[in-house]
């Protein structure tokens, strides 16, 4: 994939989150649900759909998602089911954003330019709806940005090549050792498939990192995660430094997307990601 390069600090992601997610509710599909907004100071440079995991909910990812609006995109999370990626509402949100006539709190339109992202089956969730995107306004689908996805059977490695379009659009995942809750990893064929069709385009195939020193399947979350998701796993709580990794790298691949841009540093060949790489916290995904 062709993107101009850019270097920019990584400084900020290793600051408190500043940026408090605002509550509220959006009529989507015929349904009312309840909603968390991030709203960045000045313009924002995309809308970020980001979807928690299965049986979570938008809190447990509220610091996370603070880093990406400190990075400059205002971020939108919906409260909601995540049994098998929920493909209806993930098409009913396309059907939304296609219209329109989504609106900030405040009543201002949100940014045409969009990028998905998801945790775990949220994962599946903004693959379906970047998959849908892609079909009817591909010229305002930036790419996903993803956190330990798990597949939704058979059709995830269809819609993941085709949210990418041949390597039109960058797919970068952030992911943890192999669990049960990641099911052992099935979102990997359809990372695979994407970097196939990237290097045959042209590109590089790079389609993120799995973070290695005791990386946990909740990561994403952070501090907002709780007892459920480290014993559901088995793997314990996330530990900071996984923690301050992901946050930079996804805040980092997020507006990168967003501005059609690729910052040196947290990419293969680059100062912070190959650092990570010697010291053993992380490797691509291949």
């Known amino acids: 994939m062709t993107l101009a390069v850019t270097a920019v600090s990584t400084a900020a992601f290793d600051q408190p989150p500043l940026a408090p997610q605002v509550p ?46 400190q990075a400059g995109l205002m971020t939108l999370c919906i409260d909601a089911s995540m049994v098998a990626g929920n493909p209806d509402l993930a098409d009913a949100v396309a059907d939304l954003l296609v219209s329109g006539e989504l609106t900030t709190p405040d009543g ?55 949210l990418a379009g041949a390597g039109q659009r960058p797919v970068l995942a952030v992911t943890a050792n192999a669990s049960s809750c990641n099911a052992q990893h099935n ?66 691949w997020a507006a990168d997307l967003a501005r059609g841009q690729r910052t040196p540093a947290v990419y293969p060949g680059g100062e912070t990601f190959e650092r990570l790489r010697s010291a053993g916290r992380a490797a691509p995904i291949e």
């Open 108 to 162: 201002q339109p949100v940014p045409a330019r969009t990028v998905v992202g998801g945790h775990s089956a949220g994962g599946a969730f903004a693959v379906r709806l970047g998959w849908q995107l892609a079909q009817r306004v591909p010229d305002r689908l930036a790419g996903a940005v993803l956190f330990d996805p798990v597949a939704a059977g058979a059709r995830f490695a269809d819609e993941i090549r085709g």
């Open 24 to 69: 509220g509710s959006l009529l989507i599909g015929g349904t009312v649900y309840d909603v968390h907004w991030g709203l960045p100071t000045g313009e924002p440079l995309a809308l970020a759909v980001v979807e928690h995991g299965f049986t979570r909910r938008c809190d447990n990812l509220g610091e996370t998602l603070a880093t990406w609006v």
């Open 187 to 252: 979102a990997y064929p359809g990372l695979r498939a994407a970097a196939a069709d990237d290097v045959a385009a042209g590109g590089d195939g790079f389609v993120g990192a799995q973070l290695l020193q005791s990386s946990t399947h909740v990561d994403a979350e952070g501090a907002d995660s709780d007892v459920l998701g480290w014993v559901a796993c088995r793997q314990g709580p996330p530990r900071a430094a996984n923690v301050r990794v992901l946050r930079e790298l996804s805040a980092s």
